[in-house]
C-alpha cells in the first residue's frame, strides 16, 4: 500500500527563531505554519494533527510561510472531506496547537502516546502548551487509544514510533509512499534541524536539537534515530511544505 501525504496549513506562530533552533539563531523572528496533514489511500481516511481551531488568516503571515492558511472545514473540503468523514486521527504530540479540531472528528479514534495523555492531564509549569479542554470531549466519547509500545503499525504502511524530544510522547509517523519511507517527525523542528547549516556542522554538530525539548543530549540522538528510519523526513513545522500539494 502507498499512500500520498497533503500538507494543509491550519495556523502559524510567529515568534523566536530559537524556539526551534535549540541555540542557535536566537533573536531573529520566525514564522512556522502549524500543519494537518492528510494521508490518502486505503479505505481509512487518516489525518496527522488537527491545527488550530481559528487560525489567523492574514497576508503577511501567508507570504511569511509561502502558502495559504486555511480553517479546518476549508482545508479539508479541498479533498472532498468533512470533519465527521475522518476515521482516523494520529498525534505526534498533545500540545494545543496540533489537536485543536479534535472534537470536531466525532466518528475518529484518535491514536497518542500515553505519555502525552499523562502531560496533558497534568502540565509541568515550564511547559504551557496543554490544555486538556481540547481533549475532554473525545476522551469522554472514548474516542482515545493510548499507545505504550515503542512502535506500533496504525494501518498497513503507516506505523508510530516513540520519539521523546520536543515531548515525553512525542510519535512520529513513517509512511509507505511510492518515493519510499517517509517519516513525519513527533517533534516539532524545520528543516534546518535536520540538516544544519555549515557553521553548525563545523562544529560536528549532524543535527539541531528542538528549540524546546526535553533534554537536548536524548532529543539529538532521537532525530539521528529518525533520520535513519526513512528515505524522506518531514520537519513537522517547515514552512515549504506549505507551497506544496502532495509529498509521495
Known sequence: MHYKIHPIVMGTKVFDKGMMTYQHDYGKSYTIPIYCWYVEGGDKKILIDTGEMQPIKSEDRANAIGGPIYTFEEGLAKYGLAPADIDIIIHTHLHNDHCENDYKCENAVIYVHEKELERIHNPHPLDFRYLEDYIEDVEENGQIRAISEPEMEIVP????????????????????TAQGTVAITGFCVIDENLNPPAEIRAKEMEVIPPGTCINPVESYEVMLRVKSMADTVIALHEPRYAAVETIG
Open 157 to 176: 504502511g503507516i506505523r508510530v514510533v516513540h520519539t521523546p524530544a520536543h515531548t515525553e510522547g512525542g510519535l512520529s509517523v513513517l509512511i509507505d
